[in-house]
Nanobody
């Protein structure tokens, strides 16, 4: 059974940095793409970033490009999201997701497995 467990959320001041981790288990993930999404209260789930294990290609959402970096450790089945220059509008629950097939998608509907989410709050 696939499990995705996020960690690293918390409270940070505007302009600060935070690093999220996603521990994946229950499958060999070499044929998967991994993604980060976020959802703020009253808003739709938003694509943040995605990484293909096979090609190592990455894609970022427009609102985070240049500030966030997605990376992964194949050997440990860990995916990271380094978030810099955080803004109050980055406040949301952040979710890790896995998509079979390896191809990156920016649509949350394409992802097969989800973590429980971790709260990120950017506030002074």
């Amino acid at each position: 059974q696939v499990q995705l467990v996020e960690s690293g959320g918390g409270l940070v001041q505007p302009g600060g940095s935070l690093s999220l981790s996603c521990a994946a288990s229950g499958r060999t993930f070499s044929n998967y793409a991994m993604g980060w999404f976020r959802q703020a209260p009253g808003k739709e789930r938003e694509f943040v970033a995605s990484l293909s294990w096979g090609s190592r290609a990455t894609v970022y959402g427009a609102s985070v490009k240049g500030r966030f970096t997605i990376s992964g450790d194949n050997a440990k089945n860990l995916v990271y999201l380094q978030m810099n220059s955080l803004k109050p509008e980055d406040t949301a629950v952040y979710y890790c997701a896995a998509k079979w097939g390896g191809g990156i998608s920016t649509s949350w509907r394409a992802y097969d497995y989800w973590g429980q989410g971790t709260q990120v709050t950017v506030s002074s």
